[in-house]
């Protein structure tokens, strides 16, 4: 068991030491910290969207915007578009669950918003639907996703396509990507270093 245990971690330590040797990654990072910095100072809005643990992660992350990262501050203005249960199972039932977060990007996107979209596959049609829609309105939008990018490549404007095709080291990386722009915006902002 012990061994086991040691695998697992020494697999999510392998996926990161690849996405730290990414020197394209790790400037897309950067660029996309100080974008969504300047959407924040611009007035404008983060969106993320994901399915099942995506889904969790995109709630987290819009959580760390909105709460607190590692400073107190302002909250700054961001949303997982799937916590409104009530207007995601409707458009689910009446329309289809491909179309939950295009509608919702439709009701909510600006030009100037950004919209975060996850995905291990890099394939699921919610996603992809909600980027093209996204993109349509003049969002910035960025796709984490797997090692392929699966088709969310193509209908984003970043992306962070982590180097694995195991599922839960994927999720570990989104996190830690996730988190890093969290903590540059918050910095970026509000001066802490």
Do not use: W
Not at 35 to 53: D, Q, T
Not at 119 to 133: D, F, H, R, V, Y
Not at 152 to 167: G, R
């Amino acid at each position: 068991m012990k061994d086991k245990i040691k695998s697992i971690i020494s697999a999510s330590i392998e996926v990161k030491k690849k996405v730290l040797a990414d020197e394209e990654l790790i400037k897309r990072i950067e660029e996309v910290a100080f974008g969504i910095a300047g959407a924040f100072k611009n007035g404008n809005r983060l969106y993320l969207c994901g399915n099942g643990g995506s889904a969790a992660d995109a709630q987290h992350l819009a959580a760390e915007f909105t709460g607190r990262f590692y400073s107190d501050r302002e909250p700054l203005p961001a949303e997982a578009l799937h916590v409104n249960t009530s207007f995601l199972t409707a458009v689910a039932n009446d329309y289809s669950y491909d179309q939950v977060y295009e509608r919702a990007v439709k009701a909510h996107g600006r030009k100037g918003d950004v919209l975060i979209g996850i995905s291990t596959s890099g394939s699921s049609k919610n996603i992809i639907l909600a980027q093209e829609e996204g993109k349509k309105r003049g969002m910035t939008v960025i796709s984490f996703t797997g090692e392929t990018g699966g088709k969310m490549k193509d209908s984003c404007d970043y992306l962070f396509n982590v180097p694995s095709k195991d599922t839960p080291r994927i999720q570990e990386s989104h996190i830690l990507i996730g988190h890093i722009i969290c903590q540059l915006v918050e910095e970026e902002l509000f001066k802490f270093k």
